[in-house]
């Protein structure tokens, strides 16, 4: 078994930072890549940033050139670093992990950390 354990949610007013960080644990034998996705209440899961083991960044446009994704494969951490946060970004933030293991991809999935810009 695999768990994605998300630390860093919170309260955060308009133009703030928030930095969410990740871990998995168990049974990891290769990780392909760790991200993090949103929802808000009422709209589907959304794509926020990705990044691969080879340092391979993938971001949602709203937040290109405000949130910057960094990961450490010797640890199996993913930090989301958020800047110039706006009401929009309010969602339950999930870590995303994808690992490898005899040629299959298997995905896992974190609990969830809320994120609330409001002032």
């Known amino acids: 078994q695999v768990q994605l354990v998300e630390s860093g949610g919170g309260l955060v007013q308009p133009g703030g930072s928030l930095r969410l960080s990740c871990a998995a644990s168990?049974?990891?034998?290769?990780?392909?890549?760790m991200g993090w996705y949103r929802q808000a209440p009422g709209k589907q899961r959304e794509l926020v940033a990705t990044?691969?083991?080879?340092?391979?960044?993938n971001f949602a446009d709203s937040v290109k050139g405000r949130f910057t994704i960094s990961g450490d494969n010797a640890k199996n951490t993913v930090v989301l670093q958020m800047s110039s946060l706006k009401p929009e970004d309010t969602a339950v933030y999930y870590c995303?992990?994808?690992?490898?293991?005899?040629?299959?991809?298997?995905?896992?999935w974190g609990q969830g950390t809320q994120v609330t810009v409001s002032s």
């Open positions: 990044i691969t083991s080879g340092g391979n960044t």
């Open positions: 168990g049974s990891i034998f290769s990780i392909n890549a």
């Open positions: 995303n992990a994808l690992l490898g293991r005899l040629g299959a991809v298997y995905q896992y």
